[in-house]
T-cell receptor, first 114, second 110 residues
Framework: DAGVTQSPTHLIKTRGQHVTLRCSPISGHKSVSWYQQVLGQGPQFIFQYYEKEERGRGNFPDRFSARQFPNYSSELNVNALLLGDSALYLC?????????????FGAGTRLSVL | SQQGEEDPQALSIQEGENATMNCSYKTSINNLQWYRQNSGRGLVHLILIRSNEREKHSGRLRVTLDTSKKSSSLLITASRAADTASYFCATSFGNEKLTFGTGTRLTIIP
């Protein structure tokens, strides 16, 4: 079975641009979460979606938004990119929302903002 | 913001030795998980311990949890070169949101 897949793998943007990152969860998983990992730090929670509804939001500005589609895939959008948005963006899926649930992570999208 | 910190930040040991890393956190939790990350890519779940448990084993892994001290430890026995990675603890309370620590970078020397 395929794991969590993310696209693209790498992305280079310039300041002020917009970016869309995509995530396909493991088949049967209905919950998708997004994390940002800056080099040398642990991942930080951005969003969680379950059954197409936002279930949690981390401490990120409104430039960050996300959505979940009927097939449970998800997009993370970031507007007006800043240099500080350069990071590894990780998507994780789990069967349902609510603890304790093991989350399965994709390989991530490495975003570089120049 | 990070929930807590792992200690040490970096650890190098000879293959076959045991590796111990510690995690401290700041708030109440329902459970604590340990994840492994190879070369800055995706994280792999290793083990979950609930707040009412004190110790858990999985293969060569042993995790302890002390909620009174808000700390956990991960022991990897008989280390292998393939164990070289960064290790993160992650806590959750009430929902699925994971709050990660800063990580321990483990290097196994063949």
């Amino acid at each position: 079975d395929a794991g969590v897949t993310q696209s693209p793998t790498h992305l280079i943007k310039t300041r002020g641009q917009h970016v869309t990152l995509r995530c396909s969860p493991i088949s049967g998983h209905k919950s998708v979460s997004w994390y940002q990992q800056v080099l040398g730090q642990g991942p930080q929670f951005i969003f969680q979606y379950y059954e197409k509804e936002e279930r949690g939001r981390g401490n990120f500005p409104d430039r960050f938004s996300a959505r979940q589609f009927p097939n449970y895939s998800s997009e993370l959008n970031v507007n007006a990119l800043l240099l500080g948005d350069s990071a590894l963006y990780l998507c994780a899926s789990s069967f349902k929302a609510g603890a304790p649930n093991i989350q399965y992570f994709g390989a991530g999208t490495r975003l570089s903002v120049l | 913001s990070q929930q807590g910190e792992e200690d040490p930040q970096a650890l190098s040991i000879q293959e076959g030795e045991n590796a111990t890393m510690n995690c401290s956190y700041k708030t109440s939790i329902n459970n604590l998980q340990w994840y492994r990350q190879n070369s800055g890519r995706g994280l792999v779940h290793l083990i979950l311990i609930r707040s009412n448990e004190r110790e858990k084993h999985s293969g060569r892994l042993r995790v302890t949890l002390d909620t009174s001290k808000k700390s956990s430890s991960l022991l990897i026995t008989a280390s292998r070169a393939a164990d070289t990675a960064s290790y993160f603890c992650a806590t959750s309370f009430g929902n699925e949101k994971l709050t990660f620590g800063t990580g321990t970078r483990l290097t196994i020397i063949p």
